[in-house]
């Protein structure tokens, strides 16, 4: 409990203290009056000091105003003890919702308890403790066991084991060693390691982790926006509302001035929209904080709001429905060359690359790769590589490229991407490279059937029989082949166009290179692995872990966080409407008011709360 809730809790003991001993000490009404309004002045002075500050800054009708309004009106017709009881239950309200909120944002801000306290450099044989903004890139930390990574960096010594829990909900350890790559937010639990930095702290994983959740809030959903106008104009029309309850009753049914004003204020008090104000935007920070609980980012309440009515899912398949981790596979040769002079100059041609194709060319070659014998290259968009190698032409791609050369060649039909040689204008051969899906792809894509997804896409730039051999393992729907990176955008509008107005379409790729379909799709979601940039600077949606069948997990997150907030939009309007209906009948009091008002908003505030709590 903080300091502010325990003076509240102070207050509103020592205010029940003095309104028992003011309800049993007989007196006259002024006697009476001047008494009630000790404990009314201790337990309500800050709601009368808001309500005026507000009233000063031209923010007139909020809650304060409202309870202002009815506890003094309460006095005026003489109604002394329920004029501070309400005040007093009023207060008792808002400890219990700050607490239920505090409770929420710890749990959340829990979750990501990522940040790292300090980083830890060697200066003349000594450890030395330091902030993480002082290090700068290429300085080398030591992360001893038990503490946080401070910043993103490569392992010079030692071996351990990860905790990445906080980043991706998973429990197992990931085991690190020399050259690996290791992200800030990770806990070391085993040995000692030494990191050479690659970022500065404001750059690295942690950092904008906890940006994009700390701002989150900024990206409302629908349901946010329209709790806020509405409570803009629902407020004001119930206190002319009131108002005119107050006047007009008496002429209509056979009340008396005094009971009429009483019921207006009844009015005034159950109209105060707190409920729906506070519980909204915790839904949706809760849904935030639980879908990070599972390494799920999602940068805003809207985009969670959108996840919930997905129809359509477009995946890229490099990377995302497959590895992306090429070998070759086989070497077909033609023209008396030999499989290692395709591969040689294949490799050689393919050296600057940073294309998983050349990482699989370069892992076949297995050799130290002699960069003066490279000449020249230019890569050919959408076709492959130019190369002079050892004064020989090299080309180097797919079957458009023989085509625009007009090189004779053999097609060859792989499942695989198949490379195509060609060395001083002569066809060489072919080389087929595959790609191995990802385990548990095809149980995520029928995770998403079972969940309403009416139809899958997969965008790829392989050839068809290649594209065929992954669809139809996975039951894709639909597939779109041999594409430049142009075309996937291009390919994703005419999904957008075709698909009805009321369908999300998602595209999921794997943040590197998908960027303008990633920010073209409604929600973008990338498959973020540990430490990928691109995939949290361009995604809606990062899985932070790179598990697909995450994806299924973010939808019902989404869809449950989205129930929360329709149940507590129909909850608190329909408690309100009913008792205020009852006010206006004279069926109401003060004490029903208040419940109306203090009471539904923190049952809401609590059915949002279980947004924190997400089980598979």
Same mark, same amino acid.
């Given at each position: &409990?903080?300091?502010?809730?325990?003076?509240?809790?102070?207050?509103?003991?020592?205010?029940?203290?003095?309104?028992?001993?003011?309800?049993?000490?007989?007196?006259?009404?002024?006697?009476? +009056?001047?008494?009630?309004?000790?404990?009314?002045?201790?337990?309500?002075?800050?709601? +009368?000091?808001?309500?005026?500050?507000?009233?000063?800054?031209?923010?007139?009708?909020?809650?304060?105003?409202?309870?202002?309004?009815?506890?003094?009106?309460?006095?005026?017709?003489?109604? %002394?003890?329920?004029?501070?009881?309400?005040?007093?239950? %009023?207060?008792?309200?808002?400890?219990?919702?700050?607490?239920?909120?505090?409770?929420?944002?710890?749990?959340?801000?829990?979750?990501?308890?990522?940040?790292?306290?300090?980083?830890?450099?060697?200066?003349?044989?000594?450890?030395?403790?330091?902030?993480?903004?002082?290090? #700068?890139?290429?300085?080398?930390?030591?992360?001893?066991?038990? #503490?946080?990574?401070?910043?993103?960096?490569?392992?010079?010594?030692?071996?351990?084991?990860?905790?990445?829990?906080?980043?991706?909900?998973?429990?197992?350890?990931?085991?690190?060693?020399?050259?690996? #790559?290791?992200?800030?937010?990770?806990?070391? =639990?085993?040995?000692?390691?030494?990191?050479?930095?690659?970022?500065?702290?404001? #750059?690295?994983?942690?950092?904008? !982790?906890?940006?994009?959740?700390?701002?989150?809030?900024?990206?409302?959903?629908?349901?946010?926006? @329209?709790?806020?106008?509405?409570?803009?104009?629902?407020?004001?029309?119930?206190?002319?509302?009131?108002?005119?309850?107050?006047?007009?009753?008496?002429?209509?049914?056979?009340?008396?001035?005094?009971?009429?004003?009483?019921?207006?204020?009844?009015?005034?008090?159950?109209?105060?929209?707190?409920?729906?104000?506070?519980?909204?935007?915790?839904?949706?920070?809760?849904?935030?904080?639980?879908?990070?609980?599972?390494?799920?980012?999602?940068? $805003?309440?809207?985009?969670?709001?959108?996840?919930?009515?997905?129809?359509?899912?477009? @995946?890229?398949?490099?990377?995302?429905?497959?590895?992306?981790?090429?070998?070759?596979?086989?070497?077909?040769? *033609?023209?008396?060359?030999?499989?290692?002079?395709?591969?040689?100059?294949?490799?050689?041609?393919?050296?600057?690359?940073?294309?998983?194709?050349?990482?699989?060319?370069?892992?076949?070659?297995?050799?130290?790769?002699?960069?003066?014998?490279?000449?020249?290259?230019?890569?050919?968009?959408?076709? $492959?590589? %130019?190369?002079?190698?050892?004064?020989?032409?090299? +080309?180097?791609?797919?079957?458009?490229? &023989?085509?625009?050369?007009?090189?004779?060649?053999?097609?060859?039909?792989?499942?695989?991407?198949?490379?195509?040689?060609?060395?001083?204008?002569?066809?060489?051969?072919?080389?087929?490279?595959?790609?191995?899906?990802?385990?548990?792809?095809?149980?995520?894509?029928?995770?998403?059937?079972?969940?309403?997804?009416?139809?899958?896409?997969?965008?790829?730039?392989?050839?068809?029989?290649?594209?065929?051999?992954?669809?139809?393992?996975?039951? !894709?729907?639909? &597939?779109?082949?041999?594409?430049?990176?142009?075309?996937?955008?291009?390919?994703?509008?005419?999904?957008?166009?075709?698909?009805?107005?009321? *369908?999300? =379409?998602?595209?999921?790729?794997? $943040?590197?290179?998908?960027?303008?379909?990633?920010?073209?799709?409604?929600?973008?979601?990338?498959?973020? $692995?540990?430490?990928?940039?691109?995939?949290?600077?361009?995604?809606?949606?990062?899985?932070?872990?790179?598990?697909?069948?995450?994806?299924?997990?973010?939808?019902?997150?989404?869809?449950?966080?989205?129930?929360?907030?329709?149940?507590?939009?129909?909850?608190?309007?329909?408690?309100?409407?009913?008792?205020?209906?009852?006010?206006?009948?004279? %069926?109401?009091?003060?004490?029903?008011?208040?419940?109306?008002?203090?009471?539904?908003?923190?049952?809401?505030?609590?059915?949002?709360?279980? &947004?924190?709590?997400?089980?598979?």
């Amino acid at each position: &409990m903080t300091k502010k809730q325990k003076k509240m809790r102070l207050r509103i003991i020592i205010s029940l203290i003095l309104y028992i001993i003011c309800l049993f000490i007989p007196a006259e009404n002024f006697i009476k +009056l001047v008494l009630f309004l000790i404990p009314y002045f201790i337990i309500g002075y800050d709601v +009368l000091l808001r309500a005026v500050n507000n009233i000063k800054n031209g923010q007139v009708f909020d809650e304060n105003f409202l309870m202002t309004i009815a506890t003094i009106g309460a006095f005026i017709i003489g109604e %002394y003890s329920e004029g501070v009881a309400v005040m007093l239950f %009023y207060q008792v309200g808002e400890l219990f919702q700050s607490y239920a909120v505090g409770k929420s944002r710890q749990s959340i801000a829990s979750l990501m308890d990522i940040r790292p306290d300090f980083a830890n450099i060697e200066q003349n044989g000594e450890i030395i403790e330091v902030d993480p903004d002082e290090v #700068e890139v290429g300085q080398i930390i030591i992360v001893q066991a038990g #503490e946080k990574i401070p910043i993103d960096g490569i392992v010079l010594e030692g071996t351990s084991s990860l905790d990445t829990a906080a980043l991706t909900g998973e429990s197992i350890p990931r085991d690190v060693y020399k050259d690996s #790559e290791v992200i800030s937010g990770c806990i070391n =639990l085993s040995g000692m390691l030494k990191i050479r930095t690659t970022k500065e702290f404001g #750059e690295s994983t942690v950092s904008k !982790i906890l940006d994009l959740v700390e701002n989150s809030s900024t990206k409302k959903a629908k349901a946010e926006n @329209f709790v806020t106008k509405f409570a803009r104009y629902y407020t004001p029309t119930v206190v002319i509302l009131a108002a005119l309850l107050a006047v007009s009753l008496p002429f209509i049914i056979d009340v008396s001035f005094a009971n009429s004003f009483y019921r207006a204020l009844t009015f005034l008090v159950i109209s105060c929209p707190c409920a729906l104000v506070i519980s909204i935007p915790l839904s949706f920070f809760g849904g935030i904080g639980g879908a990070s609980k599972q390494g799920i980012l999602v940068k $805003g309440g809207n985009y969670l709001e959108t996840l919930a009515k997905l129809k359509i899912v477009v @995946f890229d398949k490099t990377g995302t429905l497959t590895k992306g981790i090429f070998n070759v596979s086989e070497v077909i040769t *033609e023209n008396d060359f030999s499989k290692n002079e395709i591969i040689e100059f294949a490799c050689l041609a393919e050296s600057y690359s940073k294309h998983p194709i050349a990482y699989a060319l370069k892992n076949e070659y297995n050799q130290k790769i002699d960069y003066s014998r490279i000449s020249d290259t230019k890569e050919l968009a959408g076709m $492959g590589i %130019y190369a002079v190698i050892d004064g020989k032409s090299v +080309l180097i791609g797919n079957e458009r490229l &023989m085509q625009h050369e007009k090189i004779a060649y053999n097609t060859y039909n792989s499942y695989g991407t198949v490379i195509y040689v060609a060395i001083d204008n002569k066809y060489a051969g072919c080389i087929s490279i595959t790609d191995e899906i990802k385990p548990n792809a095809d149980k995520a894509i029928k995770n998403l059937y079972d969940l309403g997804v009416k139809k899958t896409v997969m965008l790829t730039g392989d050839n068809k029989k290649a594209a065929s051999h992954v669809a139809n393992i996975l039951n !894709i729907s639909d &597939m779109k082949c041999e594409l430049l990176p142009a075309d996937k955008v291009n390919a994703v509008e005419e999904i957008l166009d075709s698909k009805n107005k009321n *369908e999300v =379409l998602a595209f999921v790729g794997d $943040g590197i290179n998908d960027a303008p379909v990633l920010a073209r799709a409604d929600v973008g979601i990338a498959m973020g $692995g540990l430490g990928s940039d691109a995939a949290i600077e361009a995604a809606d949606v990062v899985l932070m872990d790179d598990k697909l069948e995450k994806l299924a997990d973010a939808v019902k997150i989404a869809r449950k966080t989205v129930l929360i907030v329709k149940e507590n939009i129909i909850f608190a309007i329909g408690c309100k409407l009913l008792v205020l209906f009852l006010g206006a009948l004279g %069926y109401a009091n003060m004490w029903a008011a208040v419940f109306a008002d203090v009471g539904v908003a923190i049952i809401a505030i609590l059915n949002s709360s279980r &947004m924190l709590i997400y089980k598979k």
